[in-house]
């Protein structure tokens, strides 16, 4: 079965294609489809939920690529900061005037902590997944999460994002330091993708 993924994350593509090893599945992803990036693409994570966002990436690229498609969508939520930077996980130091990237998220997430007890710093990652099996069908949804808590200094050298500052509950490290099976293992992506896998497997008995 051939499936497209809708992303253009390099760390989210090297996470997918791995947790799909082995598997009975041909994995695309837009640049493979030569889906050129599009303005309009700028518009498809506004929503106001996860779900939203990742079926909005889903309906886009199942249009053009005209095939099965996977679309998820991911982010921190940090208790002591209300659940931010949630949705916005990705743009968040862009949106406050901090600056684009990884290092300009993890920076205005230190920012904020800044003084907020260890015991008060709990979070955790959250994912879904959307599933498409034509533009216009009823998309397959499946959520998961991961536990854990934001430190004070970036520790680790691996993942993406806010790995160096995510503190795994079930590792007992970050994700940055994490090896990528530990890491597939726990994650909030991880777990979501093993979940939505188990399903596409049962339909295709």
Request: net charge neutral; hydrophobic share 40%.
């Amino acid at each position: 079965m051939k499936l497209l993924v809708a992303t253009r994350n390099e760390g989210k593509i090297r996470e997918i294609r791995d947790l799909f090893t082995g598997l009975p599945f041909e994995l695309a992803f837009p640049i493979d489809q030569f889906l050129e990036r599009l303005p309009d693409e700028a518009d498809l994570e506004r929503g106001t939920s996860f779900a939203e966002n990742a079926v909005a990436k889903a309906r886009y690229f199942a249009k053009r690529g005209t095939i099965p498609t996977l679309a998820e969508d991911s982010g921190l939520e940090v208790d002591a900061l209300e659940g931010a930077p949630g949705v916005f996980s990705a743009r968040w130091g862009q949106m406050h005037g901090a600056g684009a990237g990884d290092a300009a998220n993890n920076a205005l997430l230190l920012e904020r902590l800044a003084g907020v007890p260890d015991e008060q710093r709990t979070a955790r990652y959250r994912c879904v997944v959307a599933y498409l099996e034509t533009p216009l069908a009823k998309p397959q949804l499946v959520e998961a999460t991961c536990e854990g808590r934001i430190l004070s200094a970036p520790r680790g050298s691996g993942g993406f994002g806010y790995d160096p500052l995510f503190f795994s509950s079930d590792l007992g490290m970050t994700f940055a330091e994490a090896a990528m099976p530990a890491k597939q293992r726990v994650s909030h992506r991880g777990r979501a993708i093993r979940a939505l896998v188990e399903v596409l497997v049962r339909r295709s008995k």
